[in-house]
């Protein structure tokens, strides 16, 4: 039966359909917030090493709306800076990557120069030249009164850059803890190589994507993924397991990919991975590591506002690939998810129109996240155990966000 206005806005029991209030994924206020109570706080993965992997070779990007630059040093060490001249603010290095070496115009190789006044720093985040310094300044500022900010930053899990704008965030391992320990044969036996780079900007909520990443009762959305995997035996029995600070893990499962036609079975894989399996963990607040035999994905999220997100995907194999092995774990990965895959698109249109219903302004609604089944992979246990966390750091509560964590019946 359809609803009039007033049934379709009221809000079921709590303790019996569990659900949020779409404000979470609408409001600009609570976005704001969130920028500052979880992304500006936590350990984020960024680059993988590979992306850098010469002396001098730098990526910039950005996290909390803040510009970071990350170098490797002379001394092969991985550092962040954020990427903000401390004379007036500018930013210092302009290109999206690059290698040092290559100087800036008015500046000097080895060194990230400011094209504003030509203040340089090297890949330490030293001040190393002050241009005209003492007749401007004096002795009243040298150069070792300035320098870059130099972030947390730490390479781990399969060789990615992590880094927080947090100095008080705790140490990495405490952050992820056991998390991760699911793939841990996999991401550490071998170095891993990325091959494959794309992203999309989205007009959607980041969390709209962490959900569809943490839920498969969308499978219905993959013929792909229904004909391969959903028809099959162990499909069912796939378990969630949450970990502290909102972390979740999806167990393993074999994948039939030749029940779908033109696709084949993926003889490759990665070290200790069952031939054909599948292993997902998505962390808080906005990565996943997603390990389909031959192939890892890897998701971060930048977000930009309340309704529009960056997405970057990351495929990735062994360093030690040879170029015909390589070439055949591309056509696995492009297979499921190249931009023309049979999978991933399907996901960024799902949320887009979650976004279309759910930007600034529009009513507020009821977000259901309340199937319960054993924990097992139509359970939607994943993004209730996201939420608790995101209620937990927000001190708000994601089914009445005008009233505080705790408040409301979690
Ligand atoms: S703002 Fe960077 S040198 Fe002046
Ligand atoms: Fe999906």
Known sequence: ???????????????????????????????????????????LLTVHESEIPNNLDYRTLTIAREPI????????????????CPHRGNIVVRH??????????SGTTNHMTCM??????????????????????????????????????????????????????????SFIGNALDMLHTELHTEPLE???YHKAIIPSNYKLWHDTNSEFYHDYM???NRATGMMHPGYFQRKYTPFPNGHASVGSMEIKYDAYEGAASRDLSFPGMQRNGWKLIDLFPGST??????????DTMTPISANQVMIEFRGLGLKSDSAEVREQRIRDHNTIWGPF?????????????????????????TILHGRVEDSTIHDEVGMRHFYDEWARRMGRSPMDPSQPYGMAAE
């Open 194 to 196: 990325v091959f494959h």
């Open 341 to 365: 895959g049979r999978n991933l698109h399907e996901d960024l249109l799902g949320i887009t129109g979650q976004g279309v219903a759910m930007r600034p302004g529009t009513e507020t609604r």
């Open 289 to 298: 590591y997603n390990l389909r035999g031959s192939s890892l994905r890897i």
């Open 222 to 224: 993959h013929y792909f």
């Open 69 to 84: 630059v990350i170098v490797r040093g002379p001394d092969a060490k991985v550092r962040a800076f954020l990427n903000v």
């Open 1 to 43: 039966m359809s609803k009039t206005a007033s049934e379709w806005t009221k809000r079921p029991n709590h303790q019996v359909i569990p659900y949020v209030d779409s404000r979470i994924y609408s409001d600009e206020q609570i976005f704001e917030e969130e920028i500052a109570k979880i992304w500006k706080k936590v350990w």
């Open 116 to 173: 504003f006044h030509a203040w340089q720093f090297d890949a330490y985040g030293k001040c190393v030249d002050i241009p005209r310094a003492k007749q401007g300044y004096q002795d009243r500022l040298t150069k070792k009164d300035v320098g870059l900010r130099e972030l947390p930053c730490e390479v781990a899990y399969g060789g990615f850059v992590w880094v927080t704008l947090d100095e008080q965030a705790g140490s990495l391992q």
């Open 96 to 105: 999206p990557a690059g290698n040092l070496s290559v100087a800036e115009p």
